[in-house]
C-alpha cells in the first residue's frame, strides 16, 4: 500500500497516511475514454438549419413538354424553376440542392439526439480509475504537469485548508509545496487557430491543479476561484471532466484528509 505525506496550512509534512483502496485501481484508458465522450455529448449544444431554408421560393416544376415554351423542351423541366419570373429570373433554378440558393440535401437538424449513453456501473469505475491514476506520477506528467521528482502524489492536506480565506494565502501554500513552476505554467495562453477566435473563443487556457474538499462550506470554493487553472469541487460532485478533461492520463489532484475518506466510503464497493 502506498503511503502519502500529509501537509498542514504551512506547507509543513506533519504525517504519513495510506492511500484508501480505490488507488490501487488499475488505469482504465477505454473506460476514462467512454465516459468523456460521453459526459461531453451531453453538454453539447444542438443545432441546426431552418427547416424552410432555401424553399421560399415560387420555382416549381415545368411539368409536360407542350405545357410551356420552348426551353422545357430541352429538358430544363426536369428541375424546379421560376416560371413567371421578371426579366432574366424566368427560368432560374431554385429549390434544388445542385442550384444556386437552393435548400441543403441533408442539413443539420436541431432534434437530433447528441446523447451517448455509458452504463452506470461503467462510469463509475471510469471516475475511480481516473482517482487512481491521479497517484501515478507518470500519467501526471504525461499530460503536461510540472511537479518536482522528490513529490510524493497525490498531494493530501489537512482539513484545515478549507479555512482558507484569501487567495494569496492559497497561492502561498501552493508554492511552499514545491507548485510554482506548475502555476507559472497555466498562466499563459494561446490564441486559438480557426474561427473560434471570432466566437467568444479567442484563448485557450492550461488546466493545473484540482482541489477535492469534503465541506460544502470550505472557503477555497472563493478564494481559489481567481487562480488561473486552479479548480476546487466537493467530492460527491467529482465527475471524469473534473479528473480527466482531455480524456486521457491524470490531473494533478490535491485531496483533504476527509476528502479521501469519503471517496473510500463511496466507491468502497466498487473496489
Known amino acids: 500500500m502506498k503511503k502519502v505525506p500529509v501537509y498542514d496550512v504551512g506547507g509543513n509534512k506533519i504525517k504519513e497516511i495510506t492511500l ?33 431554408a432555401g424553399k421560399r421560393t415560387s420555382a416549381s416544376y415545368g411539368g409536360r413538354r407542350r405545357a410551356y415554351g420552348s426551353w422545357i423542351n430541352r429538358g430544363l423541366h426536369r428541375t424546379k424553376r421560376i416560371r ?31 446523447e451517448e449513453k455509458i452504463n452506470i456501473k461503467e462510469r463509475i469505475k471510469a471516475i475511480i480509475s481516473a482517482i487512481a491514476t491521479t497517484a ?17 502524489l497525490p498531494i493530501v492536506f489537512t482539513s484545515e485548508i478549507d479555512n482558507i480565506a484569501k487567495t494569496k494565502d492559497v497561492l502561498s501554500l501552493l508554492e ?42 470550505s472557503k477555497l470554493f472563493k478564494s481559489a476561484s481567481n487562480i488561473p487553472g486552479v479548480d476546487v469541487v466537493y467530492y460527491d460532485h467529482l465527475n471524469i471532466k473534473h479528473l480527466s478533461p ?7 489532484a490535491i485531496f483533504t484528509e476527509d476528502a479521501l475518506k469519503k471517496l473510500d466510503e463511496k466507491y468502497k464497493e466498487y473496489v
Not at 195 to 205: A, P
Not at 246 to 252: D, E, I, V
Open 20 to 52: 484508501p483502496d480505490i488507488f490501487n485501481y488499475p488505469y482504465r484508458y477505454d473506460l476514462i475514454k467512454r465516459a468523456f465522450l460521453a459526459f461531453m455529448s451531453h453538454i453539447r449544444q444542438p443545432y441546426g438549419a431552418d427547416p424552410m
Open 136 to 152: 501515478k506520477e507518470e500519467f501526471v506528467r504525461m499530460r503536461g504537469h510540472r511537479v518536482s521528482k522528490n513529490m510524493i
Open 176 to 217: 511552499k509545496i514545491g507548485l510554482s513552476y506548475e502555476l507559472e505554467r497555466v498562466k499563459k495562453r494561446t490564441v486559438r487557430a480557426g474561427k473560434g477566435k471570432m466566437r467568444g473563443r479567442r484563448y485557450k487556457k492550461k488546466v493545473g491543479p484540482l482541489i477535492v474538499t469534503a465541506n460544502l462550506n
Open 84 to 114: 413567371w419570373g421578371s426579366g432574366h429570373m424566368t427560368g432560374v433554378a431554385r429549390f434544388v440542392p445542385q442550384a444556386v440558393k437552393g435548400r441543403k440535401a441533408h442539413p443539420p437538424k436541431a432534434e437530433r439526439i447528441w
Open 246 to 252: 482531455s480524456g486521457q492520463y491524470a490531473r494533478l
